[in-house]
């Protein structure tokens, strides 16, 4: 055990005071994980979409002060009680959800969506006890999906860590925890693209070239990738995309242009943006017979699905993922192992790094969509 286990830890920490406003570099103390739950040093944070999404908190319940972060790679420094599975040292991957081993979900092989640590945006506090690990002069800074890996160390349920191979890199399977992983299982463990096949990838950001990856690794022979942004599509084919389609482009539905393209729909669809019309579009151009069209993106919580139920009818299936349909603790090591075995390529997804000191600039970087992925640095 470390000689601060069961002690409070102060450090540094990037610490959001009020939506939008730059983050600010405070020191924290950090209480020492209670039941269940482990404290680990973060040595690589990546910046992901949803970071910034709560972070500007346009349509959600904000919550501030409060330590952003969900995409990180760690060692764990100790841990607390009822903790078997983690022991100091482990490099570990932090994820958003998690995996209790014992609900429903996560006893079923269909779903990883764990009841007890499914994501809580809202919950800026640990479900043992309601309380925050963190605080400044003795009042609550609040905590983000469970994580909040922009600091030096943080509070995680024992849940929601994956114990890694500690010979992976961190700096680069960090981004695994989140928005890598889910595409790529999108991909993989949902559309299951059958070699030779082709596929559309809707929206190509982060998850999306993830997707796209995943098509790729499983031998899609033509990959096509639509956005509304012609600049993404040189940096897109290092991701295995073969064809750029821009929808402003065309004066007709993009799933129509699809459907054209291929002589009747692509066999997969994976869409990545959220935008409800999208959605639409990638289960309209999937092939009738055999077609499967996967949703990823999250919409507005308004929004509706409106499509012919003829379509279904024709033999087109749709389906939802959530975290690519990764159990975090079961299932990371492996998606790890793959980067190890150089299945999967990691390094074309981080465009930037950062030392923590500039976290700032990770957010410019996403904003003015300059990067795909912004390493920060937690000892700089």
């Given at each position: 055990?470390?000689?601060?286990?069961?002690?409070?830890?102060?450090?540094?920490?990037?610490?959001?005071?009020?939506?939008?406003?730059?983050?600010?570099?405070?020191?924290?103390?950090?209480?020492?994980?209670?039941?269940?739950?482990?404290?680990?040093?973060?040595?690589?944070?990546?910046?992901?979409?949803?970071?910034?999404?709560?972070?500007?908190?346009?349509?959600?319940?904000?919550?501030?002060?409060?330590?952003?972060?969900?995409?990180?790679?760690?060692?764990?420094?100790?841990?607390?009680?009822?903790?078997?599975?983690?022991?100091?040292?482990?490099?570990?991957?932090?994820?958003?959800?998690?995996?209790?081993?014992?609900?429903?979900?996560?006893?079923?092989?269909?779903?990883?969506?764990?009841?007890?640590?499914?994501?809580?945006?809202?919950?800026?506090?640990?479900?043992?006890?309601?309380?925050?690990?963190?605080?400044?002069?003795?009042?609550?800074?609040?905590?983000?999906?469970?994580?909040?890996?922009?600091?030096?160390?943080?509070?995680?349920?024992?849940?929601?860590?994956?114990?890694?191979?500690?010979?992976?890199?961190?700096?680069?399977?960090?981004?695994?925890?989140?928005?890598?992983?889910?595409?790529?299982?999108?991909?993989?463990?949902?559309?299951?693209?059958?070699?030779?096949?082709?596929?559309?990838?809707?929206?190509?950001?982060?998850?999306?070239?993830?997707?796209?990856?995943?098509?790729?690794?499983?031998?899609?022979?033509?990959?096509?990738?639509?956005?509304?942004?012609?600049?993404?599509?040189?940096?897109?084919?290092?991701?295995?995309?073969?064809?750029?389609?821009?929808?402003?482009?065309?004066?007709?539905?993009?799933?129509?242009?699809?459907?054209?393209?291929?002589?009747?729909?692509?066999?997969?669809?994976?869409?990545?943006?959220?935008?409800?019309?999208?959605?639409?579009?990638a289960f309209e151009c999937v092939h009738d017979g055999w077609g499967v069209a996967v949703l990823v993106g999250v919409p507005n919580k308004d929004a509706e699905f409106k499509t012919k139920p003829m379509n279904f009818l024709n033999e087109r299936t749709l389906k939802g993922t959530f975290f690519g349909n990764y159990k975090p603790r079961t299932d990371l090591p492996s998606v790890v192992e793959k980067y190890m075995?150089?299945?999967?390529?990691?390094?074309?997804?981080?465009?930037?790094?950062?030392?923590?000191?500039?976290?700032?600039?990770?957010?410019?970087?996403?904003?003015?969509?300059?990067?795909?992925?912004?390493?920060?640095?937690?000892?700089?």
């Amino acid at each position: 055990m470390s000689s601060m286990a069961g002690k409070v830890i102060k450090c540094k920490a990037a610490v959001a005071w009020e939506a939008g406003k730059p983050l600010v570099i405070e020191e924290v103390e950090v209480a020492p994980p209670q039941k269940m739950e482990v404290r680990l040093k973060i040595l690589y944070t990546a910046l992901c979409h949803t970071d910034v999404y709560f972070w500007e908190a346009k349509g959600q319940t904000p919550v501030f002060p409060r330590i952003f972060g969900h995409e990180a790679g760690g060692i764990v420094e100790s841990v607390g009680e009822g903790v078997t599975e983690l022991a100091p040292g482990d490099h570990v991957l932090p994820v958003f959800t998690g995996e209790c081993k014992e609900c429903a979900h996560c006893k079923s092989e269909e779903s990883n969506m764990c009841d007890l640590l499914r994501i809580n945006t809202d919950r800026g506090v640990m479900i043992g006890d309601g309380q925050s690990r963190f605080s400044i002069n003795g009042k609550p800074i609040y905590h983000f999906v469970g994580t909040s890996t922009f600091s030096e160390y943080t509070v995680i349920h024992v849940g929601c860590v994956a114990k890694i191979n500690p010979s992976a890199p961190l700096d680069k399977v960090c981004v695994l925890s989140c928005g890598i992983s889910t595409g790529l299982g999108a991909t993989l463990n949902v559309a299951k693209p059958p070699k030779g096949s082709t596929v559309a990838v809707f929206g190509l950001g982060a998850v999306g070239l993830a997707a796209c990856e995943g098509a790729r690794i499983a031998g899609a022979s033509k990959i096509f990738g639509i956005d509304l942004n012609p600049n993404r599509f040189e940096e897109a084919k290092k991701f295995g995309v073969t064809d750029f389609v821009n929808p402003k482009d065309y004066d007709k539905p993009v799933q129509e242009v699809l459907v054209e393209m291929t002589k009747g729909g692509v066999d997969r669809a994976v869409e990545c943006t959220g935008n409800v019309n999208a959605m639409i579009s990638a289960f309209e151009c999937v092939h009738d017979g055999w077609g499967v069209a996967v949703l990823v993106g999250v919409p507005n919580k308004d929004a509706e699905f409106k499509t012919k139920p003829m379509n279904f009818l024709n033999e087109r299936t749709l389906k939802g993922t959530f975290f690519g349909n990764y159990k975090p603790r079961t299932d990371l090591p492996s998606v790890v192992e793959k980067y190890m075995n150089k299945e999967l390529e990691l390094e074309k997804f981080i465009t930037h790094s950062v030392p923590f000191s500039e976290i700032n600039k990770a957010f410019d970087y996403m904003l003015k969509g300059e990067s795909i992925r912004c390493i920060i640095r937690m000892d700089g």
